[in-house]
């Protein structure tokens, strides 16, 4: 997820579009060896929603606790 984050040009949350990366941390729970940094990567679809391609693939609010307490910001694949 870092190597990803490191070709993204960051976005502000309001400059985010359907398409873009929005990178996350801690998101592998406490204690476990490599929590710390970008631990996982979804794909924005616009209106508060992303692409959780976790266990099931589904889509996923925003607005939950539990994305606003791991959320790390927005990145655009280099155009």
């Known amino acids: 997820a870092n190597g990803i984050l490191s070709q993204c040009s960051r976005v502000s949350s309001a400059d985010a579009r359907p398409g873009d990366l929005i990178f996350f941390q801690g998101t592998l729970g406490d ?3 490599g929590n710390d ?3 996982h ?3 924005y679809v616009g209106d508060g929603y992303i692409l959780n391609c976790g266990n099931p ?3 996923a609010d925003l607005s939950r606790a539990y994305w606003q307490e791991h959320f790390y910001g927005f990145g ?3 155009e």
Request: proline share 0%; glycine share 14%; charged share 5%.
């Open 31 to 33: 204690g476990v060896a």
């Open 37 to 39: 940094g970008i631990t």
């Open 41 to 43: 990567v979804a794909l």
């Open 57 to 59: 693939i589904s889509y």
């Open 76 to 78: 655009r694949m280099y």
